[in-house]
């Protein structure tokens, strides 16, 4: 049984870190033998209740409920968008400094049309790596913090791509010349984006609450390779 960190609990709540390349559930899109949801259930020994979700690729904070009850007064805090959501993410060439991305996203798997879709972001560090790809003799890449005010569907991937500026290790929006520099040079195979953390207004106690996730060890050894890991190291709050 794969073994959760569990990041916080409380009698109503648990958030856990969920490993890059997890589903959180079984879908009609995906399946897959270990999942999120039951290793928990397992871990716990009791049933806990899905409030949103994480793509498959990427790592990070993840909360359930302890019962359907508060599964559901925590998911009416996230359709209001009062909980804020806080991702790091590693993306080709040198974004902007700061900016939102209000581009709306359809998703063809699922067959909903275009909804809106905002993304507040800024830029954090730089790094210019003397490694040719593509037809430039160096590789230039952005340590991005990200906010998404929405919650559609690839919604980070997609917006980055849309800049132009795509995540390493998106094998779905991103560049393949980009992500095999990646896998070359540093042994990097998946996607270099992590839910930071969240935070909300506990539903039962009025308190605020912040669950934080410090990146796991393969991505705190690459960010440290690439002079990053103390910009990091201390958790800021979204606008």
């Not at 856990?16 to 390349?21: F, H, I, N, S």
């Not at 716990?44 to 793509?55: A, Q, S």
């Not at 991005?144 to 569907?153: E, H, S, V, Y």
């Not at 690839?154 to 095999?180: C, M, S, W, Y």
Request: net charge neutral; aromatic share 8%.
């Amino acid at each position: 049984m794969v073994e959760l960190d569990i990041l916080y609990q409380d009698e109503h709540y648990v958030a856990v870190y969920k490993p890059a390349g997890m589903l959180v559930h079984r879908t009609m899109l995906a399946s897959a033998r270990i999942v999120v949801l039951q290793c928990l259930r397992d871990q716990l020994g009791r049933r806990v209740y899905p409030i949103h979700r994480l793509d498959r690729p990427t790592a990070g904070v993840l909360i359930f409920g302890l019962s359907s009850e508060a599964a559901r007064a925590l998911v009416g805090c996230f359709e209001a968008r009062t909980v804020r959501k806080e991702y790091l993410a590693v993306v080709r060439g040198y974004c902007e400094p700061e900016g939102r991305i209000d581009y709306a996203l359809s998703d063809p798997e699922t067959g909903k049309d275009s909804q809106p879709a905002i993304t507040d972001f800024k830029r954090l560090a730089t790094v210019e790596l003397p490694i040719p790809v593509a037809r430039y003799q160096t590789a230039r890449y952005s340590l991005m913090q990200a906010w998404p005010l929405t919650g559609r569907r690839h919604q980070l991937r997609k917006h980055f791509a849309h800049l132009r500026h795509p995540i390493i290790g998106d094998t779905t929006h991103g560049v393949g010349e980009q992500n095999r520099l990646f896998r070359d040079h540093f042994d990097w195979h998946r996607l270099l984006l992590l839910a930071r953390s969240l935070c909300f207004e506990h539903p039962y106690t009025g308190e605020s609450i912040r669950v934080f996730a410090e990146p796991d060890a393969e991505m705190a050894d690459l960010l440290a390779r690439l002079d990053w890991l103390e910009t990091v190291a201390e958790p800021s709050l979204s606008p």
